[in-house]
């Protein structure tokens, strides 16, 4: 057994359990990823990140991103926007229950998030950075998160600086990547900023960037003192890894890979979870890039992505996994 544990997350009035965090990511953290993820071990959900001005103006589809279930409590909506009053009033209007948190997206290197001034532009103006988080606290009941970089290039690295900002104006919790908006994904996340910003405030601090397994995780919480740990991209097609992580402090021991037939079986029920959620049509599209990262690295991918992105149905879906499973029984 290990002396390490995992400590319960603490934000505002709200204890999770597992301070595991499912990163939000644009086109993948849907309400359907995240109850399977939720059900491997995730503690704090978050929804993909909401317009702010598509609220205000009444954009249909921020209202599908917004869709929650009770298993996943507690769960967060991610807004995003730099316009302090809309941000406030819109604040106001999804703090109806649904949500238990509300995250500021602060990090988001897009360019068209960026070049609105919106996402990891913030980080540029860490004064409107202060005003929008305080629009947001004090329109709302529920805690306030804030999600950032280390900074937006090597000329700005604030991250701590950023922190206090958002720890002054009212934020429970502050998210931070160890890269800068310039880097986007590419490079090593550099967890000595997430170190530094630990030790810049007394609110919760949860680290982000290159967890690719549970001993990633112990090596992130002896490096850096970080409370919480987010996990993004090694999540896509990769629910089990919040219940890899769980184990291993518990146990010590590394859980093997799940087998090409529980991949496959993940699979099916994912996909049958998008239908009913968006309908066939949409569903079994949106079931394409996830397959493909559920199958990375397994023998005979690249073909089957190939057919996957000709599925129609879920008839189609099934059969064309059940045929490669049956040519696959074994992992490679």
Same mark, same amino acid.
């Given at each position: 057994?290990?002396?390490?544990?995992?400590?319960?997350?603490?934000?505002?009035?709200?204890?999770?359990?597992?301070?595991?965090?499912?990163?939000?990511?644009?086109?993948?953290?849907?309400?359907?990823?995240?109850?399977?993820?939720?059900?491997?071990?995730?503690?704090?959900?978050?929804?993909?990140?909401?317009?702010?001005?598509?609220?205000?103006?009444?954009?249909?589809?921020?209202?599908?991103?917004? +869709?929650? @279930?009770?298993?996943? %409590?507690?769960?967060?909506?991610?807004?995003?926007?730099? &316009?302090?009053?809309? =941000?406030?009033?819109?604040?106001?209007?999804?703090?109806?229950?649904?949500?238990?948190?509300?995250?500021?997206?602060?990090?988001?290197?897009?360019?068209?998030?960026?070049?609105?001034?919106?996402?990891?532009?913030?980080?540029?103006?860490?004064?409107?950075?202060?005003?929008?988080?305080?629009?947001?606290?004090?329109?709302?009941?529920?805690?306030?998160?804030?999600?950032?970089?280390?900074?937006?290039?090597?000329?700005?690295?604030?991250?701590?600086?950023?922190?206090?900002?958002?720890?002054?104006?009212?934020?429970?919790?502050?998210?931070?990547?160890?890269?800068?908006?310039?880097?986007?994904?590419?490079?090593?996340?550099?967890?000595?900023?997430?170190?530094?910003?630990?030790? +810049?405030? @007394?609110?919760?601090? %949860?680290?982000?960037?290159?967890?690719?397994?549970?001993? &990633?995780?112990?090596? =992130?919480?002896?490096?850096?003192g970080c409370d919480g740990f987010m996990i993004g991209r090694r999540a896509k097609g990769n629910p089990w890894i919040f219940k890899e992580i769980l184990h291993f402090f518990e146990t010590g021991e590394e859980l093997p890979r799940p087998s090409l037939e529980e991949v496959v079986a993940m699979m099916l029920r994912h996909g049958q979870m998008m239908i009913?959620?968006?309908?066939?049509?949409?569903?079994?599209?949106?079931?394409?890039?996830?397959?493909?990262?559920?199958?990375?690295?397994?023998?005979?991918?690249?073909?089957?992505?190939?057919?996957?992105?000709?599925?129609?149905?879920?008839?189609?879906?099934?059969?064309?996994?059940?045929?490669?499973?049956?040519?696959?029984?074994?992992?490679?």
């Amino acid at each position: 057994m290990r002396n390490n544990k995992l400590k319960p997350l603490v934000i505002g009035n709200i204890t999770i359990k597992h301070p595991l965090a499912l990163a939000p990511m644009a086109g993948v953290t849907d309400l359907p990823y995240r109850l399977l993820c939720k059900e491997q071990g995730a503690g704090m959900m978050c929804t993909e990140m909401v317009s702010a001005k598509g609220l205000y103006y009444g954009n249909r589809k921020s209202e599908p991103l917004m +869709a929650t @279930d009770p298993k996943e %409590i507690p769960v967060a909506i991610q807004i995003f926007g730099s &316009d302090p009053d809309i =941000m406030g009033q819109m604040a106001a209007k999804v703090n109806d229950g649904r949500f238990q948190m509300i995250d500021i997206n602060m990090g988001c290197p897009v360019p068209k998030i960026v070049n609105n001034g919106d996402g990891s532009a913030l980080m540029k103006n860490p004064k409107l950075a202060g005003k929008v988080i305080k629009a947001v606290v004090d329109a709302v009941d529920i805690p306030v998160t804030v999600k950032i970089r280390k900074g937006f290039n090597d000329d700005l690295v604030n991250a701590p600086e950023m922190a206090q900002v958002a720890q002054e104006n009212g934020a429970a919790a502050i998210a931070v990547h160890g890269r800068t908006r310039e880097q986007y994904y590419s490079g090593t996340a550099d967890w000595s900023i997430i170190r530094k910003v630990k030790e +810049a405030v @007394d609110i919760p601090v %949860i680290g982000n960037g290159d967890i690719t397994c549970a001993k &990633d995780v112990l090596r =992130m919480q002896e490096e850096t003192g970080c409370d919480g740990f987010m996990i993004g991209r090694r999540a896509k097609g990769n629910p089990w890894i919040f219940k890899e992580i769980l184990h291993f402090f518990e146990t010590g021991e590394e859980l093997p890979r799940p087998s090409l037939e529980e991949v496959v079986a993940m699979m099916l029920r994912h996909g049958q979870m998008m239908i009913d959620f968006k309908g066939e049509y949409i569903g079994v599209r949106e079931m394409r890039k996830h397959v493909a990262w559920y199958t990375f690295g397994f023998p005979g991918a690249a073909k089957l992505r190939e057919k996957v992105n000709h599925t129609e149905t879920y008839e189609d879906l099934e059969e064309l996994l059940q045929t490669y499973l049956k040519a696959n029984p074994e992992r490679d």
